[in-house]
C-alpha cells in the first residue's frame, strides 16, 4: 500500500483531476466558502488553478510545481491555493477564463488566476514554467511578485480587480436588443469566412494556432447550407476535413475514436487526449455525411468511433465516461507510439509491409517526422505498389489491426476520467441514438436508452432537481443550462428513433425547467440556475465551444417542440435567443455554429411529419426508412402505432386525429400545423419533402 508524505483537502473529493491533486505538499482546498473565509482570516490572495482529468500540461504544472515542497511551502505561507475541475464547475472556469481573456490573454488549461479574498480576479496565466522560457516569466518569481504588490501596493491589486470585475459583469449577459430580424445573409456571411480559411490540402481551417481542431458543429452547419443553395463548395469542405481527418493520426486508426486535435495542420500528429464531447459531435457529422453522400466510408467511421465508445467508454451502469488522457506512463502518447520494427515483429513481414506503408509508420515511428506535406498517398497507391486489390488490401489490414490491438491492449493505458457528465452524456445518446435510427442498429439504441436511464435514475436530487456529475456512487452540482438544453435534445433523438413518447414527455419536462431555472425575459437564457452559487457574475452564452452552447440547444429543442405544436411560446424565446446574439451571428458566425444551425431550422421551412402504420410491415419500414436515412435537417417525425396512439396523442399534438386510411400505412406532412393531402407511399412522400 502506497504511504504518501502529504495528504489535503482534496482527498475528500471524487473528482478525479482533484484526487490527482490531494497529495501534493500544497495546501488545497476545493472551491467553496471555506477557502475564501480562510483567505479573508488570513489576509492572502486565492490562487484559483483550474483544470482537468486528461489534461497534458495540468500534469506538467502539477510534477514541476506543485509537487515541488520548497515552492509548495511558499503557496501554503502566501496564499490560499483552491484547485477546480472545470467539468464539473464550468460556471467557475468561465469567469476566470474570461478574466483572463480581459488581461490580454490567450486562454487554456491550466489556468492559473490570483483573486482576492472577495473572488475578484487579480491576475493569472495558463501553464507557468519552473524557470523562465517560452516567454514566461517562472511560476515562483511570479508569486514573489504578486506577494510584494499584496503586501506593499494592495491599492493597485484592488484596482485591477475592480476594473476586471466590471468588465466582466458588463458583458455578462447579452441584451435582447430590437435588432432587425435575422435572415439568410448571416448564414451566407459565415460560409464565407469558412471558406477563406478553409486548407484546400489537408481539409479543415487553418486558426491562428498552430494546432487543427476537429471543426463537427461548422462541418454539420456546411452540409445545411449545401442542402439549402446546392453550394458544392460547402460539401467539399466538409467532405475534404472528414476525409482527411479520417486518414490521419488524429484518428485512432487501431481503436478508433478521435483525439482532443492535431498539433500540425496535415491531421497527422495529435494531442492525444480522447474527449467524449468531441467523439460525440463527430458522430453526428459522420451520420449527416453519410445521409447526403450515402458514402460507405461514413458509415463505417461511425461504427468504429461508437464500438470504441461502448468498449472503453462506457461504464457497467450504461452511463458515458468523459475522457482518456493524452499520457501513458507520464509520456504523452506513448499508448499509442508504434515503431516500424515493432509492427513487423507483431505481425508478420506480409501484412507489417502493407500496415506500414498504409500508415506510413517508418523507421523512426508513426508519429515522427511526418511534417512533408502529402506524404499521406491513397489507398489505391499503396494496393498498387503491392500488387493487390482493395478488398484483399482491407483484408490484411484488418488482420494487421487485430494484431496489434492485442498487443496494444496488454500496455499499460492512459488514466480515464471516469466521471459521468450530464451534458456531455447527452451529446452521446444523441450520437447513438441517431446511428440506430440511421443504420437500423438495435445495439445502438439500447446504448442510448441505456445511457439515458441511467442519467434519470442517478444525476437527479430528491426534489428531482437535474444535476451535473455522478462519479464512484455521488451525484453533484446543479446541472446548468447546457446539460438540461442537451439532454431534451437527447430526448427528442431518443423519440424520433424508438417512438415511446416518454422521451417526448421527459424533453417537455426538461424545456420547462429551462424556463423555471434559467429564464431571462430581456435576453438569453443564463447558464446558471436561479438555485445556484451566487458568484461574480451570473452569464449568458452563446459561444459554441467545444459542445453547442446552452443557449444554442436550448433554441434547437424549442424549435423542435414547437414543431411537434406545443405551445407558440416556445418559439418566441428561441426568437429571443437569436435577437440576444444577433452581433456576434453577424460578425464571428463560425464560432456560433450550433447556434446557426438551429437559426437555420428557424428559418427553413419545416416539415412536420405523422406517420401511422404498424411496425414490421413492408409498407410502413419502407416510409420509416426514407424518413430515417435521407438527410431532412429541417423536419421532425411523429409516429402513431395503429390501434395504440393514446398516449401518443395525449402528448404531441402534431398526431391528433391521425390514423391509418384505408387500412394502410398513411403519411401526413404538415407545415405550421397545415397538412397536406395524406399519402401511402415512398415516391409520394418524397414529393412532399421537396
Known sequence: MTKYTFTNKLILEKSPYLLQHAHNPVDWHPWGKEAFAKAEKEDKLLLISIGYATCHWCHVMERESFEDSELADYLNRHFVSVKVDREERPDVDKIYMDALHALGQQGGWPLNMFVTPESKPVTGGTYFPTRPMYGRRSFRELLETIVNLWNNEREKIYSTANEIT?????????????????????????????????????????????????????????????????????????????????????????????????????????????????????????????????????????????????????????????????????????????????????????????????????????????????????????ADQFRITLDE???????????????????????????????????????????????????????????????????????????????????????????????????????????????????????????????????????????????????????????????????MAFLRLGAYGLSPEYFNDSQRIFRSFSPQLEQAGVSFSALLSALHFSLSTVKEVVICGKRGTSETEALLTELRTGYYPNLVVAFVEAGASLETEKNIPLVSGRKMLNGKATVYVCHNQSCQLPVHTVAELRKLLI
Not at 490491438?405 to 447527452?426: E, F, G, H, Q
Not at 447558464?527 to 452559487?533: K, P, Q, S, Y
Request: charge should be negative; aromatic fraction near 12%.
Open 393 to 555: 488490401m482491407e483484408l490484411k489490414l484488418q488482420t494487421a489491426r487485430e494484431k496489434l490491438m492485442d498487443a496494444r491492449s496488454r500496455r499499460i493505458r492512459p488514466l480515464l476520467d471516469d466521471k459521468v457528465l450530464t451534458s456531455w452524456n447527452a451529446l452521446m445518446i444523441s450520437a447513438f441514438a441517431k446511428a440506430a435510427r440511421v443504420f437500423n442498429e438495435q445495439e445502438f439504441e439500447k446504448m442510448a436508452v441505456d445511457a439515458a436511464d441511467f442519467i434519470f435514475n442517478n444525476l437527479r436530487n430528491k426534489s428531482g432537481r437535474l444535476l451535473r456529475r455522478w462519479r464512484d456512487g455521488e451525484e453533484r452540482f446543479p446541472a446548468y443550462l447546457c446539460d438540461h438544453a442537451q439532454l431534451a435534445v437527447a430526448c427528442l433523438d431518443l423519440y424520433e428513433t424508438t417512438y415511446d413518447p416518454e422521451w417526448f414527455c421527459k424533453a417537455t419536462e426538461l424545456v420547462n425547467e429551462i424556463n423555471r431555472l434559467f429564464r431571462n425575459e430581456n435576453g438569453p437564457y443564463y447558464d446558471t440556475g436561479i438555485d445556484a452559487e451566487t458568484l461574480l457574475t451570473r452569464n449568458a452564452e452563446g459561444y459554441d465551444g467545444v459542445e453547442p452552447s446552452g443557449n444554442s440547444s436550448t433554441a
Open 166 to 382: 466590471f468588465h466582466l459583469q458588463q458583458k455578462a449577459v447579452p441584451v435582447s436588443r430590437a435588432h432587425s430580424e435575422l435572415n439568410w445573409e448571416v448564414e451566407e456571411q459565415t460560409v464565407l469566412q469558412f471558406q477563406e480559411s478553409f486548407d484546400a490540402v489537408h481539409g479543415g481551417f487553418n486558426q491562428q494556432l498552430q494546432n487543427k481542431f476537429p471543426p463537427n458543429m461548422g462541418l454539420m452547419l456546411l452540409l445545411r447550407n449545401f442542402q439549402r443553395t446546392g453550394n458544392t463548395n460547402s460539401l467539399e469542405m466538409v467532405e475534404k476535413t472528414l476525409q482527411k481527418m479520417l486518414a490521419g493520426g488524429i484518428y485512432d486508426q487501431l481503436g478508433g475514436g478521435l483525439s482532443r486535435y492535431s498539433t500540425d495542420f496535415e491531421w497527422l500528429v495529435p494531442h492525444f487526449e480522447k474527449m467524449l464531447y468531441d467523439n460525440s459531435l463527430f458522430v453526428w457529422v459522420l451520420i449527416e455525411a453519410f445521409q447526403v453522400t450515402k458514402n460507405s466510408l461514413y458509415e463505417k467511421a461511425v461504427r468504429d468511433v461508437l464500438t470504441y465508445i461502448a468498449r472503453d467508454m462506457t461504464s457497467q451502469e450504461g452511463g458515458f465516461y468523459s475522457a482518456e488522457d493524452a499520457d501513458s506512463e507520464g509520456v504523452e502518447g506513448k499508448f499509442y507510439v508504434w515503431t516500424k520494427a515493432e509492427v513487423l515483429e507483431i505481425t508478420g513481414p506480409e501484412c507489417g509491409e502493407l500496415a506500414c506503408a498504409f500508415w506510413d509508420i517508418t523507421e523512426s515511428g508513426n508519429f515522427e517526422g511526418n511534417n512533408i506535406p502529402n506524404r499521406r498517398r491513397t489507398a489505391e497507391d499503396v
